[in-house]
């Protein structure tokens, strides 16, 4: 019967990762090669593909773009977030309900709804076709605030008012003694926001305009539409998008485990 399982889900596996090994692969195949099972069960195998979009053109650029705008707006979701959330769980103050409140309302709203407000207000402060347009916007977000809020609802304050007695100042509880705590829940909302922000399309799109500032998926898609049939180039590119995606989860799967399963045995 466990034969049987294992063999089920190795053949779920397989149908799963097949088009990311056919991605995968497909780059490597030479330039015009044709895209079949016959060529892709070949021994052929060239990088000169890779080598290609990394010396002409504009696609170590937009990876660059990618990497500077998904890295800022990471750590700018842990830092705000979780101070958001930790006030939200801790301190007692007018309009705290009110305020937790219309952060879940927000959650209620499409992103898209925002997309003409938002290029408005960016193009009347100069930001407009520039990384501040593609940061400031989403420095933070409602689920963080919410998943860091909920997270420290769950940790004990003993520590916070042990520290308080020794006369540690609060941004020193919050920053050597809480957040600590949270690195699962932080760990979460950094993969989160990264991923998130890392195959965004439409704000890229719609908030610049010139080839210095524009992130890789925008790239791709200008580049498939001046390379309609260049599969192999069109691959090599999507694979250079998908690689810190799969090493992002591959150094921190541990920390999704233990944050998704926080919080499921009560204390």
Known sequence: MKIAKYLILIFILLIMIFPLLWMFRVSLMPAGASISFQEFIRPLVTLSIYSDILTSGNMLK??????????????GNILFCFMVGYSFSRFRYLGKNILFYSVLFVLMIPAHIMIIPLYLIIYKLGLYDSYW?????????PIGIFLVKQYIDTLPSAMEEAARVDGASELRILFRVVMPLCKPALAVLAIQVFLTNWNSFLFPFILTSSESVRTLPVGLALYQG???IDWQHLMAGSSLAVIPVLIIFLLFQRQIVSGITAGAIKQ
């Not at 937009?62 to 750590?75: E, Q």
């Not at 347009?133 to 977000?141: C, E, G, K, S, Y």
Request: aromatic share 12%; charged share 0%.
């Open 133 to 141: 347009a593609l940061i400031l916007p989403f420095l933070v977000n």
């Open 226 to 228: 001046h390379q309609a």
């Open 62 to 75: 937009y990876f660059i773009n990618s990497c500077i705008v998904g890295i800022a707006v990471t750590v």
